[in-house]
């Protein structure tokens, strides 16, 4: 049973550029949320999709912005890459929209910005 | 809006010995989920163990068990018999039982390196 993937594991982008992130949920899952954790901290959360829509968002700038597709995978995109996006970006996905859900993560995508 | 606090960040144990990991969380809310979650050098997170907050019971899994003290708001992971495979970084993680905006979300702490010595 295939669990979160996500690609690309690793990607180097200068400042200013944008960067597009993948994610494809747990078998059966619906839901899907987006971390970003700095080094040296714990996940910071982003936001989460269900049916397609933003549900849920954290203390992000506009500049992160995503999508849900039909097949319920998902992508982060962040415009206007600072050096203070490099992070691990982790992806999490569960089976229905509810706080008792258990999350599924995947090994994130780490990103570096120069 | 709730925090977690890990004020250990890094423990070491002999391997086979027990270790106890700590965490505090603030809340204003009565019903809530806390995780403890494992993250090795793959990155992956792992779960080891849920609590939810109205169950008074003490959850274990296997060789992992927590000491919930709700009116402390403490939420303190026990690994016994430790093994080298349960070095790795732990972190103690909140989430709402509320709908509502902000609900969903999984705040966690900043996550304590556990070095397990042969």
């Known amino acids: 049973d295939a669990g979160v993937t996500q690609s690309p594991t690793h990607l180097i982008k200068t400042r200013g550029q944008q960067v597009t992130l993948r994610c494809s949920p747990k078998?059966?899952?619906?839901?899907v949320s987006w971390y970003q954790q700095a080094l040296g901290q714990g996940p910071q959360f982003i936001f989460q999709?269900?049916?397609?829509?933003?549900?849920q968002r954290g203390n992000f700038p506009d500049r992160f912005s995503g999508h849900q597709f039909p097949n319920y995978s998902s992508e982060l995109n962040v415009n206007a890459l600072l050096l203070g996006d490099s992070a691990l970006y982790l992806c999490?996905?569960?089976?229905?929209?509810?706080?008792?859900?258990?999350?599924?993560f995947g090994a994130g995508s780490r990103l570096t910005v120069l | 809006a709730q925090t977690v606090t890990q004020s250990q960040p890094e423990m070491s144990v002999q391997e086979a010995e027990t270790v106890t990991l700590s965490c505090t969380y603030d809340?204003?809310?009565?019903?809530?989920?806390l995780f403890w979650y494992k993250q090795p050098p793959s990155r992956q997170m792992i779960l080891v163990i849920r609590?939810?907050?109205?169950?008074?019971q003490n959850a274990t899994e296997n060789r992992f068990s927590v000491n919930f003290q709700k009116a402390a708001k403490s939420f303190s992971l026990k690994i016994s018999d430790s093994q080298l495979g349960d070095a790795a970084m732990y972190f103690c993680?909140?989430?709402?039982?509320?709908?509502?905006?902000?609900?969903?979300?999984?705040?966690f702490g900043k996550g304590t390196k556990l070095s397990v010595i042969p």
């Open positions: 999490a996905s569960s089976l229905g929209f509810s706080g008792a859900n258990v999350l599924t």
């Open positions: 078998s059966g899952h619906d839901t």
């Open positions: 999709y269900y049916e397609e829509e933003e549900r």
């Open positions: 809340t204003s809310e009565s019903d809530y989920y």
């Open positions: 609590q939810e907050a109205y169950k008074q």
């Open positions: 993680a909140y989430r709402s039982s509320y709908s509502g905006a902000g609900s969903y979300q999984l705040t």
